[in-house]
């Protein structure tokens, strides 16, 4: 509450007022609004005493004001004390503080975080601003910067508030320990964190912030049995009370766990959480018996929607996930990791996994779509790949690669050039990204990513020439991982041999090129999840398989042979693709007796029935 105005008054306006003021004070919140109204009689015009009744409304547990009303209420009161609350901050102003403090603090709880981040980033404390008051300004400036992700913004507040907190004030000092916790846990400090934090209990909504800060750390060391147990821990501590960041949290943690259907569930129930504790986030938080501040969930509804849409994605689900992330989309257009998962459901949609490239599944539709004549005429005639192209155009969002195209080029295009041109806090911090900040890293590993995809995508879309391009960008960056690098040449070589040039289609597709095929730097272990090749030596056989086409397409059948005979092996799971180039090649080198043992032992027998049925 701010001071009343005590110029010119009565006896009993000074009583009133300091009677309201003490209420307060207990947090006798209906008492201090009850005699807030009488003053109000005498006083009728007093901008301060209007906004202190404002105040105590939002306190007291018999009213019940909507955000909406508030900011209605305190932005009339500062356009009638003449205070600009668009510029910058004026010497004649700081009277007013106290409510542009509250007006920033109800921005904040209506989410309008960058609206309330220019609010506080005006509240400039003097010398006559007690130091609670100081330490409201900071912790609020802090919190905001921490909703915009970013966390060293939020460290520079919290060490301005090392200064002002008392070493005796044990609430203050465990608020200001979890603030730097929160810090160090955003910009990933977690080592030196997670000793310190290990023996720590605090009391409260502190505690409750402390337990699920512990469980992030441990997430985040991949310990996570330990992590759901904290969160757990953190239930316990808040009287059993379930909040939409613990169910969002497990949903994380299940989908680290791989398992996504899982996953999915409790992102579900985080979102019901949600929408049934915030009723559309438009109350103001209701209040404790001691007068504190309830806890709110700050993850968004967008957030918890767009982490479904990631584990539907795993769970091989991307119709739903595609609807799901359109809905993200359209208020977080700006961060490329919601176009690249947009790209991702439409290639999933066309290409489920890429083990049938090296698998016998499915082989009767393979290796043959139809057969004409009988008995000793009879004869099967080789399937072809169907068309990837859309009839519809790429700027209809439908799950299609033409989609995918124009989604992978606006995620590329959203990414930084140069590290210069990310902002000092990281890429991805502020308002419009879904997610953490991004380090030049992560930024390069996601780049990666939509180059090898666009590369794909292009091919599939009959841009040839482009696939090249985006190709031969991944394979001129350093440190590149060995799985993207095999796709790189495996796409660049398509590429060449598409425009007829097998020579130089030929150069990328020696076997040696090859020598992990890990999906991070981090690791030498093969992707798993349904990655295949699951190691080297499949990665290899890749690629010596492409290696026999092209030296097939150039008529080289003797050296086709040598590469593509070893692959051919009677007793293991050969993939379509290398039966039908043994086949064909054994057939242009004239040995039908070699042709025929190939289609005796892996083509299946097909009868197919006036109806059009098959067995």
């Known amino acids: 509450m701010s001071e009343v105005d005590r110029s010119g008054i009565s006896q009993k306006e000074k009583e009133l007022a300091e009677e309201a003021l003490s209420l307060f004070n207990k947090n006798d919140f209906n008492a201090c609004l009850s005699a807030l109204e009488q003053l109000e009689v005498i006083r009728p015009s007093d901008v301060k005493l209007a906004h202190n009744k404002i105040v105590a409304q939002c306190r007291a547990e018999e009213t019940s004001v909507s955000l909406s009303e508030v900011l209605q209420q305190l932005e009339g009161l500062a356009k009638t004390a003449g205070v600009d609350l668009t510029g910058s901050n004026k010497e004649d102003e700081p009277e007013w503080t106290v409510l542009t403090y509250n007006l920033a603090v109800a921005k904040f709880q209506q ?27 900071l912790f609020l400036n802090a919190e905001l910067s921490l909703a915009l992700r970013q966390p060293e913004e939020a460290l520079k507040y919290a060490n301005k ?43 409260g909504p502190v505690g409750v912030t402390c337990e699920f800060v512990r469980s992030h750390i441990e997430f985040q060391c991949g310990n996570y049995r330990k992590s759901i147990k904290m969160l757990n821990t953190a239930v316990q501590a808040a009287g059993s009370r379930v909040f939409p960041h613990y169910y969002n949290n497990l949903g994380c943690i299940h989908q680290n766990m791989k398992k996504p259907n899982l996953a999915v569930y409790y992102f579900k129930n985080a979102l019901e959480r949600l929408e049934a504790s915030q009723g559309g986030g438009t109350m103001v938080p209701s209040q404790t018996e001691s007068g504190k501040e309830s806890s709110t969930s700050w993850i968004t509804q967008s957030q918890v929607l767009y982490n479904i849409s990631l584990a539907l994605l795993h769970a091989k689900r991307p119709h739903i996930a595609f609807e799901l992330l359109l809905e993200v989309v359209a208020s977080h257009y700006l961060d490329p990791h919601v176009w690249f998962h947009l790209a991702e459901c439409c290639i999933q949609h066309h290409q489920p996994h890429n083990q049938r490239h090296s698998g016998n599944s499915d082989r009767t539709g393979g290796v043959s779509s139809v057969g004409v004549g009988s008995g000793v005429a009879h004869k099967l005639i080789s399937s072809n790949p169907g068309s990837s192209v859309s009839p519809t155009p790429g700027t209809v969002p439908v799950l299609s690669l033409d989609f995918a195209y124009v989604c992978l080029k606006n995620a590329e295009s959203l990414l930084p050039k140069s590290e210069k041109e990310s902002d000092h806090c990281g890429f991805c911090s502020g308002v419009g990204y879904i997610g953490n900040p991004l380090s030049w890293k992560d930024v390069e590993q996601l780049r990666i990513a939509i180059l090898s995809a666009e590369a794909y995508v292009a091919l599939a879309v009959g841009d040839f020439i482009l696939a090249g391009t985006y190709a031969e960008s991944l394979l001129e960056r350093t ?70 086409v092209g030296f097939a397409l150039r008529e080289e059948w003797e050296k086709a042979a040598s590469l593509v005979g070893p692959l051919y092996k009677r007793i293991s799971d050969i993939s379509v693709q290398v039966l039908l180039l043994n086949l064909y090649i054994a057939l242009r080198r004239g040995d039908i007796e070699r042709a025929r043992q190939l289609v005796r032992d892996r083509c299946p027998v097909i009868e197919v029935f006036k109806d059009g049925t098959s067995t």
């Open 161 to 203: 508030l090392q200064s002002l907190v008392d070493g005796n004030n044990d609430e203050d000092s465990s608020r200001l320990m979890i603030l730097k916790a929160r810090c160090q846990v955003l910009n990933r400090q977690i080592k030196s964190l997670k000793k310190e934090l290990k023996s720590v209990i605090l009391p």
């Open 111 to 137: 989410r309008h975080i960058l609206q309330a981040s220019q609010l506080a980033s005006r509240l400039t404390p003097t010398e006559k601003t007690s130091s609670d008051f100081k330490k409201k300004i």
């Open 479 to 548: 440190n590149l991982p060995g799985a993207y690098k095999m796709l790189a040449h495996l796409y660049a070589a398509e590429s060449l041999i598409l425009q007829d040039k097998l020579s130089d289609a030929i150069k990328h597709l020696d076997p040696e090129n090859i020598s992990d095929v890990s999906l991070t730097n981090e690791s030498r272990q093969a992707g798993g999840g349904g990655w295949a090749p699951s190691d080297l030596s499949e990665g290899r056989a890749y690629v010596q398989y492409n290696l026999a």
